[in-house]
């Protein structure tokens, strides 16, 4: 079992940064595959950046954020970020962290195994 804890939401002005960390708990973090995604207001929830376990951590995005968000994760301390950049008023959302032992549908939330509660994001205009 994996518990999932996010950290690092806020309040940003468009154009800004936000730096979001998901602390997992447990000794297998470094064999899940982790992923972020994010839900707005009236929305499904969405894929946002993944991480695989190997191959050297190779990371997928969705078009949205892609160029903008960086995925990355540190397996000594069981923890996975998402640095955001140029944030947008768009990018609003409640962002949630999931880690999964399979990754083929690494886009979909059927994927996932663990999620956590997930931290609010709001970026102003």
């Known amino acids: 079992q994996v518990q999932l804890v996010e950290s690092g939401g806020g309040l940003v002005q468009a154009g800004g940064s936000l730096r979001l960390s998901c602390a997992a708990s447990g000794r297998t973090f470094s064999r899940f595959h982790m992923a972020w995604f994010r839900q707005a207001p009236g929305k499904d929830r969405a894929f946002v950046a993944t991480i695989i376990n190997w191959n050297g951590g190779r990371t997928y995005y969705a078009d949205s954020v892609k160029g903008r968000f960086t995925i990355s994760r540190d397996n000594a301390k069981n923890t996975v970020y998402l640095q955001m950049n140029s944030l947008r008023p768009e990018d609003t959302a409640a962002y949630y962290c999931?880690?999964?032992?399979?990754?083929?549908?690494?886009?979909?939330?059927?994927?996932?195994?663990?999620w956590g509660q997930g931290t609010q994001v709001t970026v102003s205009s």
């Open positions: 999931a880690a999964a032992t399979g990754y083929s549908n690494y886009y979909t939330e059927k994927q996932y195994d663990y």
